[in-house]
């Protein structure tokens, strides 16, 4: 045996297993990249853009900041749906007129809960790092917030539904925690512990709404955030 | 001990056992007829709800009259640098038992990190005081006995809200326990003096509380019910920590019909 065909028998099982993962790994690239969802990230991209240039925006009144955030979930949430679910088992429930108050006090309560509770991240970037087309009516996209401060990064992933065609959020998750979720635990807890009294949860939800209207949440101004 | 102080601790005990599952009897458990209301107590799994509500304010009220006020202090007197000292000074003790769930788990990768987390830490970290090893590549990452029974496919049984412990369950509280016996520091002053793990439970405590200030005070005033949103918050951060951060997203309800109308897809965290 010459010393070129040892060389070759001694390595062709080495260039034949790299041969196969090239193939393996170029296989199943396009896979993967077709399961990609360019047009959720986008929306994605376009909707944090505008909720964190709200709240950033040092010159809007407390109300206006509001309206302008309202107005920004009215054409990107789908709130009938995250209505429904934070009722769980309760969903059927109320009567249309109840349904209808429900679901204008969902509507504020989400507005002034979360222009709270997002004063955190006024000024910071959103980065897009992936997304997933979830059966033929659903996304979910991953992301997450730089800080400029060296804070560790939060991840955030968004969970769209098709309405109509075009993409709504469903749900967010920050640092593990779903949103809706939350609140549908402690939507349904009320109701459980009023003896299944649907109005128990309106009137709840009206205290809450009527607490951050006088001024009883946490301040959320641009500047006061750490 | 003599046989009568034995004794008594012995009766206490059974009585304080007597009282949880009397009031846990007493837990609302909703007519069998009112299928709803049937399917929203098993959702919310929390039979002992009463007596863990009951817990639950009296750890507030505890919270307000002492534990918010020392950390609100806290934060406010001892500089930053100080109390991150403290921190990592803390998290390099619990080292031990990360590092044994990581190898129960077979996380050998974060087994690795652990153990060179633990000798970066303490040698040029100054015992722990500083934390250079997460510049250098090795960032920190918690394990505990409760998400060790998970990994092993352990169920988190129902809710349970204890005093000056908070929010838990079977699992995670049976992991409590056995992560005690993970810790070379228990073996240490098993015969006392206590002073040393105590102070090492309270400071813990204080600095958590201080860490967490403005967040629980948002939920707090932000949730239409703060008990059953802390419960929920228990549950997804629990659900996050097991899985490392990588939740699947396998898991998640079906909602593509879901309206008023449609039939309810189950909770994202399925009870085992």
Known sequence: MSPLSFLRSAFMPVAFSFALVTAVVSASMPAQAANEDPAAEKFVGEISTQAISIISDKSLSRPDREAAFGKLLDGSADMQRIAAFCLGQYRSLPTEAQKNEYLGLVRNFVVKVYVTRLSDYHDEKLQITGSQAKGANQAIVTSQINFTNGRQPVQVTWWLVKNNGEYKIFDVNVVGIWLAQEQRSAFTSVISNHNGDFSALLSHLNTQIADADAGKLPPTAAGAAQ | ?272
């Open chain 2, 1 to 272: 001990m003599t046989l009568l102080t034995r004794m008594a601790n012995l009766g206490v005990k059974a009585a304080a056992f007597g009282l949880i599952l009397v009031l846990a009897a007493c837990a609302t458990r909703p007519d069998p007829a009112n299928k709803v209301a049937v399917q929203a107590y098993e959702e919310t799994n929390d039979p002992a709800e009463p007596l863990n509500r009951y817990f639950f304010e009296l750890n507030r009220f505890f919270d307000i009259i002492l534990i918010k006020p020392v950390a609100t202090w806290y934060q406010g007197v001892v500089p930053g640098f100080a109390r991150n000292g403290v921190r990592h000074f803390l998290d390099n003790l619990d080292s031990p038992v990360i590092l044994a769930n990581d190898s129960l788990q077979g996380e050998w990768d974060r087994a690795g990190v652990t153990v060179s987390r633990f000798g970066i830490n303490t040698t040029v970290g100054v015992l722990g005081l500083f934390d250079p090893a997460t510049g250098w590549g090795y960032p920190q990452h918690r394990e505990d006995f409760g998400q060790t029974l998970a990994v092993w496919g352990s169920g988190e049984g129902p809710y349970i809200f204890l005093p000056i412990l908070g929010p838990s369950n079977p699992r995670d509280l049976t992991g409590f326990v056995v992560d005690d016996f993970f810790d070379p520091l228990t073996y240490i002053y098993w015969n006392g003096p206590y002073t040393v793990p105590v102070t090492r439970f309270v400071v813990n405590g204080i600095d958590v509380r201080s860490r967490n200030l403005d967040t629980l005070d948002q939920i707090e005033r932000t949730s239409v019910d703060y008990y059953a949103t802390v419960r929920s918050l228990y549950r997804q951060t629990r659900a996050n920590e097991i899985s490392n951060g990588k939740s699947t997203n396998e898991n998640l309800p079906d909602i593509d019909n879901l309206n008023f109308d449609t039939n309810e897809p189950q909770a994202v965290a399925p009870k085992k």
